[in-house]
Nanobody, 127 residues
Framework: QLQLVESGGGSVQAGGSLRLSCAVS????????MGWFRQAPGKEREGVAF????????YYADSVKGRFTISQHNYNDTLSLQMNSLKPEDTAMYSC????????????????????WGQGTHVTVSS
């Protein structure tokens, strides 16, 4: 059983940065797909960053590649999303999610059906 709680959302001007944090209660250090998802009003949910926990290289959607960084922090039981060079189109509700998985691939984590979800945190980027 995992519980996920996001924080760090807010409002920022285009070109700025935000760091989202997902506090994880429960074991997640290895064997889990974890991801950050976002959903803008009137749009479908989009997975933007994924990591297979245990030291695997992350995978990013093309829309955020080179600007966002997902990281696993075992020392304080968190998953972070560092967002740089933010654009107005990054405005959305951001949620972290997790699922137990045997994939051993962050790329493969894209297709997993996620079981644990946080409540989400809003990000607004103004032009």
């Amino acid at each position: 059983q995992l519980q996920l709680v996001e924080s760090g959302g807010g409002s920022v001007q285009a070109g700025g940065s935000l760091r989202l944090s997902c506090a994880v209660s429960g074991y997640f250090y290895s064997g889990y797909c974890m991801g950050w998802f976002r959903q803008a009003p009137g749009k479908e949910r989009e997975g933007v960053a994924f990591i297979y926990t245990g030291g695997y290289r992350p995978y990013y959607a093309d829309s955020v590649k080179g600007r966002f960084t997902i990281s696993q922090h075992n020392y304080n039981d968190t998953l972070s999303l560092q967002m740089n060079s933010l654009k107005p189109e990054d405005t959305a509700m951001y949620s972290c999610a997790a699922v137990r998985s045997a994939l051993e691939s962050s790329l493969g984590c894209r297709a997993e059906e996620y079981y644990y979800w946080g409540q989400g945190t809003h990000v607004t980027v103004s032009s």
